[in-house]
């Protein structure tokens, strides 16, 4: 029991006085003193050394970011070790600052405007010459974006659209009002319409549908044909592709969620075309529609005697069988358009023509195929 006990007390004391044996050990080359037991950071701090991480640095070695390149390397004898690690006499500590990390190069193909030329007139388009856009392919920093070459790759060339008028053996007219629908104007529209026994195409706005989704089932109810007239009806000959085919497309879901069918029928805000819309009309499945007449009814003001104005526009115009007619249901005061149709169409009928919707049009010209 004594011999077991004086052991124990003999250890005690042999591990208190190693607490005050000093070991040595060498970081970086430079000799430092530690009690026993102490760690690679208790070296370091001795040793006044302080490794720092490498930086993260741009193609042209301006620094991005300080201490965000590789971190340091410190290594005990040789191998690689943590600062937790525990030193022994002799032991020899490297510490070498982290590497920088340079930002990669990337190589980007982008491309750039096309030419747009739109030849002749009529409500129809067609595309002559497809054409290609430019393009430039860059070498960038992949952080900063930073040039550092650019050079054309592919010469664009330009986009020929071709606007005509189908051949239409008999003597049909096309009515198509923009902008709706609207509480007011759309109904009274209607009533004339109905009134006459005549159906029309009305190329709503996805923004007015979701406000007066009753009217818009109110057209389709009454037999006539709903077109697309983009989301917003703020694009402009600048939109990018993705944005066109989104307005287009959040159109036509719309129409299809209150109707059962979705849009075929697309026109540009203001009869706007680009390579764009062409595109997106495209991708959408969708037809474009403008115009032969134009009505201006949209100049009118807040005045009946517009209508007369609205009416001659229609009666002095060379119209041609097969025409399509643009007139406005919504985006302003539309009380003289609803006037003037009143006396438009019974004047077209004195001469001879019949109305339709552009789906009774195409199946007449055989174009459902």
């Not at 149709?341 to 199946?363: D, M, N, V």
Request: with cysteine; proline share 5%; hydrophobic share 45%.
């Amino acid at each position: 029991m004594f011999v077991l006990l004086a052991a124990v007390i003999a250890n005690v004391v042999s591990l208190g006085a190693l607490a005050f044996v000093q070991i040595t050990v060498y970081v970086n080359g430079k000799e430092v003193h530690l009690p026993f037991g102490a760690r690679v950071a208790q070296a370091l701090v001795a040793a006044g050394v302080e490794p720092a991480a490498g930086d993260l640095i741009d193609a042209d070695g301006a620094v991005l970011e300080v201490g965000s390149g590789n971190p340091a390397q410190l290594t005990l004898n040789g191998a690689r070790c943590s600062t937790t690690d525990r030193v022994a006499p002799g032991d020899r500590i490297e510490a070498t600052p982290g590497t920088p990390i340079i930002e990669s190069i990337v190589v980007e193909t982008t491309e750039t405007g096309q030419p747009f030329e739109i030849v002749g007139s009529g409500s129809f388009v067609k595309v002559r010459l497809p054409g290609a856009p430019g393009k430039v392919t860059v070498k960038k920093g992949l952080i900063t974006g930073k040039v550092f070459e650019s050079a054309k790759s592919q010469e664009p060339s330009a986009m020929v659209i071709a606007r005509f008028q189908y051949a239409v053996a008999r003597k049909l007219v096309v009515l198509s009002f923009d902008d709706g629908p609207h509480p007011v104007y759309t109904p009274q529209i209607l009533e004339v319409l109905r009134s006459e026994g005549v159906h029309a195409v009305f190329f709503v706005v996805g923004a007015q549908v979701a406000a007066y989704p009753n009217v818009l089932k109110r057209i389709r109810d009454e037999g006539h044909e709903i077109g697309n007239h983009t989301y917003s009806h703020t694009l402009t000959e600048a939109a990018v592709e993705c944005d066109v085919s989104s307005e287009i497309s959040d159109t036509s879901q719309l129409v299809e969620k209150l109707t059962g069918s979705p849009t075929r029928w697309v026109r540009p805000v203001g009869g706007s075309l680009s390579t764009a819309f062409v595109r997106a009309a495209e991708s959408t499945g969708h037809i474009i529609v403008l115009w032969n007449v134009d009505t201006q009814d949209w100049r009118a003001a807040r005045s009946w005697g517009r209508s007369d104005e609205i009416r001659l526009s229609v009666s002095d115009a060379p119209l041609a069988n097969g025409s399509v007619i643009l007139m406005h249901d919504g985006g302003g005061y539309r009380g003289a358009t609803v006037q003037a149709l009143k006396a438009i169409i019974p004047a077209l009928r004195e001469q001879g023509y019949q109305f339709c919707t552009l789906s009774e049009l195409w199946h007449f010209l055989g174009l459902d195929a």
